[in-house]
């Protein structure tokens, strides 16, 4: 088991600054290219499909690798891999922000897809290890849940500012001096690790797997656009997907130290937080992408003026995380969540209602903003609580690694089937009322799913209950019933 050292100890108050600083990274990379491509696809010479992989390769080695991720945090320690994970995200920033070919931009992107993989389910694990339960973690898993979905809706404001003023290389360069001082921080901020049990084992084939399998899952997903539904390519990617995965539980189930320990799953908060995770991405992602649409492709607005128009989902996350980190503690996660994924859900009817051909910025963007990002804000204290409840200090990498993984599926699950859905009711249309239409039934879409979210959540969490007496793996695994809260043989420390 790899320890940290002390949350209290010197040079601790730059650990938050730098896990914030992982969060706000790992998302604003997701998206802020989106609004550059044009002017990659001009300079370097991409075709009109091979430019999408600017985005997917990212997607692709960030989805497929965060279980992998998250294990080296537990197998080798959380400095190690967090140190690690910059230098590369850092290295391929420099390097992607230099390509001169499109072959070298897609490569740097994948790398970076890499770094983050480490770099996001680490962040996580050391909240949970650094900061004691109460209004601590809560303030800390706030400020972490805000930073995340302010990385996103930042990325798309900064790439359409930074693409106009300082040209496209600009959005890639950018992360060289943050994560450079990322680096510099981590050194006095974040604890050493140190040993003090054996060290686990890697599982090696488990980790080929699970990779092998969500990268062609969401290889399989991020090409429904140009692959539909229905043929033979993507059927076949998701059912080697299928099997992949199937052979990855298998295998998992069998191991003595898993990549991913079955049982873990059988601890209802862990569960519920992760079926909570996957249906809500699904439905705030692709809100992000449409909403983007809807302001440049119906309302006319330029790339720099619709990345503005994110400043209130950005204020409303904040507003959303502060007031989950106050009230956690008296309402518990179960209340939380609910109330946080109905709040988003209604934001999400408001949108569907509210967009149209003449719609306004005040009451098309700006009220269902507010409402869509105050809930969705309220859910990430509840949710990274619950994601690591009752969770051994020596597995929080792991379960880290499971709520990114819920989190990156869910998001791509989730845009390639709203978009598939908005594409059927334009018709291959192109005007404003068309656009619209399909637009706002993905929103109507979306609120479903932030719906269900809070439906799942409502029926599977249940107050987390003592700890019970050490067992093996086995012994863990060997239960047939679903745990009301913390995992057989696991006890909570600060000090991992």
Not at 172 to 178: A, F, G, H, K, T
Not at 395 to 418: D, F, H, I, W, Y
Request: charged fraction near 10%; aromatic fraction near 6%.
């Amino acid at each position: 088991m790899v320890n940290t050292a002390d949350s209290k100890s010197s040079g601790a108050r730059w650990l938050l600054p730098v896990l914030l600083t992982v969060q706000f990274l790992v998302s604003l990379d997701m998206s802020v290219v989106n609004i550059a491509l044009p002017d990659i696809g001009d300079d370097l010479g991409f075709g009109a499909e091979s430019l999408l992989w600017v985005v997917n390769a990212y997607a692709l080695a960030f989805g497929g690798l965060l279980m992998l991720g998250g294990r080296l945090a537990d197998v080798v320690g959380r400095r190690r891999t967090l140190t690690a994970g910059f230098a590369v995200f850092g290295l391929a920033s420099l390097v992607g922000g230099l390509a001169q070919t499109p072959g070298q931009l897609v490569a740097a992107r994948a790398v970076q897809g890499a770094g983050a993989a480490a770099l996001a389910p680490v962040a996580l694990a050391l909240i949970t290890v650094n900061y004691a339960a109460g209004p601590a973690r809560s303030r800390a898993l706030g400020l972490w849940g805000a930073a995340g979905a302010l990385g996103g809706a930042v990325g798309v404001m900064a790439g359409g500012l930074l693409t106009d003023v300082a040209g496209w290389r600009s959005v890639m360069l950018i992360n060289v001096p943050v994560v450079l001082a990322a680096l510099l921080l981590s050194r006095h901020g974040v604890p050493a690790d140190r040993r003090t049990g054996p060290a686990p084992r890697l599982d090696v084939v488990g980790a080929l797997l699970v990779t092998a399998g969500m990268t062609v899952l969401v290889l399989g997903l991020v090409r429904t656009e140009t692959y539909a539904w229905g043929s033979g390519t993507t059927l076949g990617t998701l059912a080697a997907a299928a099997a992949l995965l199937g052979a990855f539980a298998a295998v998992e189930s069998r191991r003595r130290e898993p990549l991913l320990r079955p049982g873990l799953l059988r601890n209802r908060p862990v569960l519920s937080a992760n079926a909570f995770a996957l249906l809500m991405s699904s439905g705030q992602f692709a809100a992000f992408y449409f909403t983007s649409l809807y302001l440049q492709e119906v309302m006319s607005y330029g790339p720099t003026r619709a990345g503005a128009a994110f400043l209130p989902f950005c204020a409303g996350i904040v507003a959303g995380s502060a007031i989950s980190a106050r009230k956690v503690g008296r309402f518990g996660e179960r209340a939380l969540l609910v109330t946080g994924g109905l709040l988003g859900a209604a934001g999400f009817v408001w949108f569907a209602l509210a967009v149209g051909p003449a719609g306004t910025f005040l009451g098309s963007v700006v009220g269902p903003s507010l409402v869509a990002s105050v809930g969705i804000g309220m859910c990430f204290v509840p949710l990274g609580t619950a994601a690591t409840s009752g969770v051994a200090a020596e597995e929080t990498g792991m379960a880290s690694g499971l709520l990114n993984s819920s989190r990156q599926l869910g998001g791509s699950l989730g845009l390639a089937v709203l978009v598939t859905v908005a594409s059927g009711v334009t018709g291959g249309g192109r005007g404003p009322g068309a656009l619209a239409d399909g637009y706002a039934t993905a929103f109507g879409v979306a609120a479903a799913l932030l719906a269900a979210a809070a439906a799942a959540t409502a029926v599977l969490h249940r107050a987390p209950t003592r700890p019970r007496p050490a067992q093996t793996y086995a012994q863990q695994d060997s239960s047939q019933n679903l745990d009301d809260g913390v995992d057989p043989g696991v006890s909570r420390s600060t000090h991992g």
